[in-house]
Each structure stands twice: as structure tokens, then as C-alpha cells.
């Protein structure tokens, strides 16, 4: 489990994230779950908490421990990749790179095209101005550099700015073939570029071409049926199913 010291100054609440949980076989479900309440119980002891997890589809004990031990289903999300070798891109879209001017305004179309079953709109504790502020905030830290490596916008003449891509690369690791990748980190479409989310998507994988990165990684919730076009039409592949669960206290 790990504290997050931004998330916690940002919504003025201790806020964790626990990766997994560590346990033998021989480990029964009444105990799983008892550990996982005294989690909460120890977290609350310090004060005002929230924590989260993503856990793998696969990993029903750890699902049915924190369900059982009071942490509630948020999300549900597919993670989505895309061989950049065997995409299947359409005739290439007139994009470049947001502008450092441009940060406020992106951070505006990404509140404006919010989805109601992201972890931050689909969980009540936070409710809607918080969720809201977050994207504002994430988009904003995206074209300011903060840990985006790029985020892509429109640029055809007469068209507005209204949706926007942002990226994050991870370089190959030396004698790991096959490793490095591009990911999909947010990305939002308001409604005078509709249509614009399958082109920016398919500039980012040209992108990653162009960089040797083998592969674009993309996640969604499982209710997105857009992205799941876009998906299908460039090659993405479904490469696994996760839960994201929370609880909050103290």
C-alpha cells in the first residue's frame, strides 16, 4: 500500500492505493476478509482516510476479501493494446501538440466531457464539483508537462479545439525485446470534434511508430462502447479486465 501525498493535498484527505494483497493458499475466505476489515480499521485509526485498488479480474480471492471486508465496486475497467506493427490506421489526421497557453481551456473540455463511470465521477465520496476539479487539474498538469510526454489536439483549419489526447511513453528496457509503449492517460471529445477520438488515437499509435515503441496501451471502463469502436477499428486487443474498489473512514 502506498500514501499519495498529491491526491491527499488535493482533496484534503489521506488517500492511499493498495496494490495487492500477500497470502497463502492455505488462507481461508472468513480470514482474507477479516484482514481486509482490519485494514479499514487501522487506516480510520489515523483520521480521515480514503484508499482505492485495481485488482486483476483473475484475483477473486482478493475481490471477495475487500468486498467482504467493506470496500465498495466503483469501476470496472478493460485494458486495451495495440500491436503499433499491426494497426490498421485510416489516412493520417491533422494534429500537433497542445500549446502551454492552452492548458485551462483543455482542462475545461475534459470537465465538460466527463464520464460518469470513471473512478472519480462513479464513486459518491468524491461527488460531482470534486470529480469535476480533478479532471481540470489532471488535463491542466498533462499540457504543462508535468507526466504527460505529449497530449495531441485537432488541427484542421476552421475547427475549434474541443477534444484532446494526452500520452505518456515508456522507453524499452535494454535486452527486454519487445518492451516500450505509448500510453493512452486521458483523453476527451467534446461535441464540435466529434468523431476526433478515433483520429487522435490513431495519430498516437503513427506516433509511437515513429518513436520504435512497439505497442499503445489504452484503458477504459467496460461501459465505454465508443472506445470499444475505436478499438475494433485500429487492432487493439483486449489484454485484461479490472475491478477498481475503494473505502473511506475516520
Given at each position: 500500500m502506498q500514501h499519495l501525498p498529491w491526491d491527499t493535498d488535493f482533496f484534503?484527505?489521506?488517500?492511499?492505493?493498495?496494490?495487492?494483497?500477500?497470502?497463502?493458499?492455505?488462507?481461508?475466505?472468513a480470514?482474507?476478509?477479516a484482514a481486509a476489515t482490519q485494514l479499514r480499521i487501522t487506516l480510520a485509526a489515523r483520521g480521515p482516510y480514503y484508499a482505492f485498488s485495481v485488482v486483476p479480474a483473475e484475483d477473486t480471492a482478493l475481490l471477495q476479501a475487500l468486498t467482504g471486508g467493506g470496500w465498495r465496486l466503483v469501476e470496472t475497467r478493460l485494458n486495451?493494446?495495440?500491436?503499433?506493427?499491426?494497426?490498421?490506421?485510416?489516412?493520417?489526421?491533422?494534429?500537433?501538440?497542445?500549446?502551454?497557453?492552452?492548458?485551462?481551456?483543455?482542462?475545461?473540455?475534459?470537465?465538460?466531457?466527463?464520464?460518469?463511470?470513471?473512478?472519480?465521477?462513479?464513486d459518491p465520496w468524491f461527488g460531482k464539483i470534486r470529480a469535476d476539479a480533478l479532471l481540470v487539474r489532471y488535463a491542466e498538469a498533462a499540457v504543462?508537462?508535468?507526466?504527460?510526454?505529449?497530449?495531441?489536439?485537432?488541427?484542421?483549419?476552421?475547427?475549434?479545439?474541443?477534444?484532446?489526447l494526452a500520452i505518456s511513453d515508456t522507453s524499452a528496457e535494454a535486452g527486454v525485446p519487445g518492451s516500450g509503449s505509448s500510453r493512452v492517460l486521458l483523453t476527451a471529445v467534446g461535441p464540435a470534434n466529434r468523431g476526433w477520438h478515433l483520429q487522435l488515437v490513431a495519430e498516437t499509435v503513427r506516433r509511437a511508430a515513429v518513436l520504435s515503441l512497439p505497442h499503445v496501451l489504452m484503458t477504459t471502463q467496460a461501459t465505454n462502447g465508443a472506445v470499444f469502436r475505436t478499438c475494433e477499428?485500429?487492432?487493439?486487443?483486449?489484454?485484461?479486465?479490472?475491478h477498481v474498489l475503494a473505502c473511506h473512514g475516520g
Open positions: 484534503c484527505t489521506d488517500t492511499y492505493r493498495l496494490f495487492t494483497g500477500l497470502f497463502s493458499s492455505a488462507a481461508t475466505p480470514a482474507l476478509m486495451f493494446y495495440c500491436p503499433v506493427a499491426a494497426a490498421t490506421l485510416p489516412e493520417p489526421a491533422p494534429v500537433r501538440l497542445a500549446r502551454p497557453d492552452e492548458a485551462a481551456h483543455i482542462g475545461r473540455i475534459s470537465a465538460a466531457a466527463r464520464n460518469p463511470f470513471d473512478r472519480f465521477h462513479a504543462e508537462g508535468s507526466y504527460a510526454d505529449a497530449v495531441l489536439v485537432p488541427d484542421a483549419p476552421g475547427l475549434p479545439v474541443d477534444s484532446f477499428k485500429l487492432g487493439f486487443r483486449l489484454g485484461g479486465t479490472s
